[in-house]
């Protein structure tokens, strides 16, 4: 069981990017969905999680307004549409699956399943 996020690269300031992530073997309607990233010498953050089975998204307030999280059930796939990005967004984001909690946890110890990483870089 594998997760695989995509979608990351080099971007100007201001600039725009959507990320994906994918789940080989989960029903990624059945659970919570969340995006962490690491920035350059800093610890592991969360910025956004979706509740597929309801539709409802949570945002970090550093992100809210720029990021926007979406499923796509009918490709079992859910996206990070990253817009407005700065030179502080860069880092390495990951995706990650909490299949055993009933209710929205910003904690990454909530999540069971993580995918690799997918470098941003915001720079002019």
């Known amino acids: 069981v594998q997760l695989q996020a995509s979608g990351g690269g080099l971007v100007q300031p201001g600039g725009s990017l959507r990320l994906s992530c994918s789940g080989p073997g989960f029903t990624l309607e059945d659970y919570i969905i969340g995006w962490f990233r690491r920035p350059p010498g800093k610890g592991r953050e969360w910025i956004s999680s979706v509740d597929v089975e309801d539709d409802s998204t949570y945002y970090a307030d550093t992100v809210k307004g720029r990021f926007t999280i979406s499923e796509d059930n009918a490709k079992n796939t859910v996206h990070l549409q990253m817009n407005n990005l700065k030179p502080e967004d860069t880092a390495v984001y990951y995706c990650?699956?909490?299949?055993?909690?009933?209710?929205?946890?910003?904690?990454?110890?909530?999540?069971?399943?993580w995918g690799r990483g997918t470098q941003v870089t915001v720079s002019s």
């Open positions: 990650a699956v909490d299949t055993t909690g009933s209710s929205f946890s910003s904690s990454a110890s909530a999540y069971n399943y």
